[in-house]
């Protein structure tokens, strides 16, 4: 199972491919941290670099037929789910 907070891509150069890269979200790991004697972290000693990390979970490649028959699958369940769930509707 892949977490997917976006994804990007576009065209490939193998003609009539695209590429599609999912990706999520996440805090920095900290660069450097520190216990006291009891193993316990002392927050105020953790250095993190700011912002957050976009990590590719997967890419994937398709052809135009499949692309074309994912974005229709799509379009059905999206459908379906507005239909039958309208508190979702974003």
């Known amino acids: 199972m892949i977490h997917a ?12 491919n695209l590429i599609v890269h999912v ?18 972290e002392v927050p105020e000693k953790r250095v993190v670099k700011p912002g957050i990390d976009r990590e590719v979970e997967a890419s ?10 994912f974005r229709d699958w799509l379009n059905e369940r999206i459908a379906y789910i507005e239909k039958t769930q309208p508190e979702t509707k974003k």
Request: charged letters at 10%; proline letters at 8%.
């Open 23 to 40: 990706f999520s979200h996440r805090l920095p790991i900290p660069e450097q941290s520190a216990n006291d004697t009891m193993g316990n």
């Open 60 to 69: 994937l490649v398709m052809n135009l037929s499949l692309a074309k028959s």
């Open 5 to 16: 907070d976006g994804i990007y891509g576009g065209v490939t150069p193998t003609t009539g």
